[in-house]
């Protein structure tokens, strides 16, 4: 692309003044329509020069007001009105200007609105030369404003606010302008002058186009002018080229978005060391790039109305008009959204109190949107700061808040949506985990059924207490010893008392898997004595064999009724009822048997009843 407009430019024929130029000056267009309409020139009418008085027919020129590339500007006072006035006139001796300024004076008398300012008259020296006389404007120049040379006139800051609303005043120009069919095609800060009371005024319409082609006498027109015309610095893409009849009203909005970026960043869009730079770059208009805390809804108004393709750009003044006007309207809205920007920046940055700061920005960018719903930039934040609240909820395993936080996003996020999915089955098959191990310790916590448990073991521990110790009257020393068809039925006395223990609290002893296990437990001792009772009945051996064999069953029962409750119990159990197999397999007489027997049913239940009471098994884990 560089090679080829290269070729293009050195095609211009551009001439040495014009290549030395400031990249920020007019380049004026070589020929112009009304250069070659002597009737245009014929036609006006003379104005008599009284040489003593100074006077310009009515006018009385005061002093010199400025110098431009078309001409001198003088202040002259109209005596009949006794009004200060400006008059303007081609330089002496160039009669090249003389066609520009007639070509500006019948653009500007067609342009009757309060942004421009007014033609008076026009009419010719005795030399030929043209004259226009205007309005005397007074005031600054937008681009001393913006440079910081001069205040703003008649007081007050000059803020972003302050020159966006300048800009709007040169848009009400041009959307008359457009309707008139007239391009500007010079729009730079130069060219704006702003009144002590707040007037705007967009001038030199030197390099004006009309766009109709059977425009009025002596108006230029894109079918008839030739050659490059514009300040380099700001110029559109089509405006590098010789061929006026790519110029439409979109290039005056391109140059709405140059003057747009200038009062963003202070210097115009294209920059170069050389005008072929300068023009290469203009006709390239690659997306302007901005420095951080330039608003970014300033940027993409900017970056469309530059776009390179016309039909990219804003396709009316009133469409960029709407969008700065947008933008001063809701600035309330932008200035929310840029702190809550900041506070989202911190608070992802955070490893401490960053759920606090997500619900700051949140808040933030909500209120902005609440102002100003097409915030962008809120939308944008209020999407990540979401997105982080998601995050930092699946982090924490709150699947509640996750789910509110994505049906709350802005744009929908697919993958965050199936991490809260995979977090909600997870969660899922956590929580019936944590069911089935609560009822699993459930089933097995032993301070379930603790009074009625403590209750029916006391009643039994007594009663196979009294029990064996009435055996133990019953079987003195000398007196014969029973034959295992009596142990039988000791056997049954046994039971009897077991089953009013257990009936008694049936509720109680079965409420739990821990309290059906002891049960259990219990009835496999009774179970065991029964089968050993049965078979010394048919096989008859000695009884005292019988009863050891009995105490060491009750032993290991109780041995593993203590090692499913407490180690202690296991403990007392094994001693108990092991100390009495071997004091009644040494003793050889039955009642030392029963006696010992009795001894540790008192020790065993005893120390049950102690370690199942209530107060001790509720403190438990």
Known sequence: MNSDYKTTFE?????????????????????????????????????????????????????????????????????????????????????????????????????????????????????????????????????????????????????????LRVLLQICNALRYAHARRVVHRDIKPEN????????????????????????????????TSHGIAGTPAFMAPEMTIDDTTNIDERTDIYLLGANLHALMTGSPPHAGRSLLEVFMKAYQSAPQVYEEGVAAELIEIAHQAMSREKADRFQTVGAFAAAIEGFIENRASFSLSDAAMVVLEKALEATEQQTNLLLEAEFGFRHALAIWGQNTGAQFGLQSTLEAKIRSCLTHDEVVGARVALEQLPWPNEELREAIEALEIDLKDRAERVDYLEAFESNLDLRTGTRGRQRAVILMGVGFTVLALWQVWTTRPGQPEDSPAALLQVFWRVSVIALIGVGLFWKKLVSNLANRRLVAFFGSALGGILLLRIGAVYLNPPVLYIQVAETLVVGLTAFGMGAATSGRLAVVGALSYGTAAILTAMSGHMWVAMLTLGIAHMVFFGTMAWLWRPSRTRQSP
């Open 192 to 223: 704006v002058m702003i009144g002590e009371f707040g007037e705007v005024y967009l001038l030199d319409w030197g390099v004006a186009l009309s766009l109709d082609a059977e425009a009025d006498e002596g108006i230029p027109t894109v079918h």
């Open 11 to 163: 095609s211009l024929e551009l001439d040495e003044k014009t290549l030395q130029i400031g990249h920020g000056a007019t380049i004026m267009p070589t020929v112009s329509r009304a250069t070659r309409s002597s009737p245009a020139m014929d036609t006006l009418p003379p104005f008599q020069v009284d040489p003593m008085a100074g006077r310009l027919a009515d006018y009385k020129i005061v002093g010199p007001l400025g110098e431009g590339g078309m001409g001198v500007v003088s202040l002259a006072e109209q005596t009949a009105l006794r009004r200060l006035v400006a008059v303007k006139e081609p330089k002496r001796g160039d009669q090249s200007s003389y066609g520009r300024v007639l070509d500006e004076a019948f653009i500007m008398a067609r342009m009757e609105h309060p942004n421009v300012v007014p033609a008076y008259s026009l009419g010719r020296h005795q030399d030929g030369q043209p004259i226009l006389v205007m309005k005397r404007v007074e005031g600054t120049s937008w681009e001393d404003v913006l440079s910081g040379v001069a205040d703003v006139p008649g007081g007050g800051a000059a803020d972003l606010v302050w020159h």
